[in-house]
């Protein structure tokens, strides 16, 4: 990779920032694709975020941002526009700096988690999922399901509250496709995702129910683990087609390359990305 | 070079920023001497740039700034200290961010100049030195000559009003051996230095009668020129020793890595400058 004086800059923000995988991933992409630009690390700490993101993108060489934790929640008061799915999730984990000097803030876990359901061969229009955990993924991931195409999506969280507040949001635009569900039983559902913390620790109970799961129901378990979860182990006992959170972060990178500018780029590697699974391979 | 989550970042800031170096030489000598960082170009406009230093820097992984035109005297009011060269010269080239988040200004531009001297084998203690021209070149040059013990330093400029200002901070430390000289006239100098853009333009009036250079006296033109420029072509002629510019770049190499932590890398590089020249070299 050469970097010079025409090179265009993109920066990830969180604090901490040495676990990050962005610079890797994306400069290896850059430069097999001939494309001059290069991601660079900031620790940005949360007392600076602001001052940090409205000057930094003063510099007209920026392309914009990858956010990360714990910032993605703070991004979506710090950006000009926001796209439907980083306003109803309340995140945002990419910004776009325009020509104008303006931002564009967007949120595409969501989407990848839904594009990762066309790669494991799961037709959702009109299909029935039940969202456990309404936290930042369960917020992402409940809004792109109903924007595009689920039937109906339930969400439900041990302490409802939250789960009632996502979906008073979600209820904004999808209407009656969306509600609450007050228990955690999987019965009736075609698709169950599990965006709870539940499964990190070796010992914690299951989020869900596995054996009241319906013969012919898909699972996904969004936790980033190197190792199958409890939960997909599980799964996989009782014959359910049950797939890791992994494909969910593949599918966002043609959308993050899209926004920034680059589509080519993202239609070549929407082709075929297995350049991309083994770039953010667990190590 | 390979850019992690641990990458320490700098920034060398400029607008136009296309046509600085810093990215590729830098990047080069860190991934051959195995330092983790990297120097990226941020096109900073001049209504910005203080906005953008004060924040910018908040992020704890940055290690600091190289400062090109034309924000170079603008800086000296935005670090939270300066070193005397700086503060004399009104200019600022490196910003190094402490651990702390305090900010260290320094100007390398003439003690580049100074030990390119040595380079040439000129040996300045006690020797009386003409500096053509009171801008930033003259500025930076001459304070360095008289902190690295020159005998006398006359500044000549066009508008003396100039001149007389930058010899009025100039002594504050060196006292009489900073004079005003009303004209060009080299005679009595060991060392003559062009300061001035005179020579820039072909058919310009030469900044000094060659014809009267003493004998045994050097001269050095900083204008940075892929050709020798018509004053150096003159010197040459009349058998006077003359260097360009070029060998100040060099020299500031290995005292902008000392300023950012990275002595061992410095210390190697003084050893042998052949490969600095290499990379710095006109194209």
């Given at each position: 990779m050469k970097i010079t004086g025409t090179t265009r800059v993109f920066m990830i923000l969180g604090?901490?920032?040495?676990?990050?995988r962005a610079p890797e991933v994306y400069n290896h992409l850059f430069e097999r694709h001939g494309v001059d630009a290069v991601v660079v690390p900031m620790k940005v700490p949360a007392a600076d975020l602001a001052g940090f993101v409205r000057h930094t993108l003063k510099a007209q060489n920026v392309g914009g941002l990858w956010i990360t934790i714990p910032h993605k929640g703070a991004l979506v008061g710090l950006v000009d526009r926001c796209d439907p799915l980083a306003s109803i999730a309340g995140a945002v984990n990419a910004v776009r700096r325009n020509e104008d000097g303006s931002t564009d803030g967007a949120l595409f876990d969501g989407v990848g988690f839904v594009k990762g359901l066309e790669h494991f061969g799961f037709a959702l229009a009109g299909k029935r999922v039940l969202v456990l955990g309404a936290g930042g993924g369960g917020h992402a991931v409940a809004a792109a399901l109903l924007q595009r195409g689920a039937g109906f999506v339930a969400v439900h969280n041990r302490s409802l509250d939250r789960a009632e507040a996502l979906v008073s949001r979600l209820k904004d635009s999808a209407g009656p496709r969306a509600g609450v569900a007050e228990n955690a039983d999987p019965s009736g559902y075609d698709l169950i995702v599990n965006c709870t913390s539940q499964g990190l620790k070796p010992g914690d109970p299951l989020p869900v129910d596995v054996s009241r799961i319906p013969a012919g129901s898909t699972l996904v378990d969004i936790?980033?683990?190197?190792e199958p979860t409890p939960l997909l182990k599980a799964c996989a006992e009782r014959g359910i087609a049950a797939h890791p959170g992994f494909e969910m972060l593949v599918q966002q990178v043609p959308e993050y390359l899209r926004f920034f500018g680059m589509p080519q780029m993202a239609q070549i590697l929407q082709q075929d990305l297995s350049e991309v699974r083994e770039l953010l391979a667990p190590r």
């Open positions: 604090d901490p920032v040495a676990q990050v936790i980033m683990s190197r």
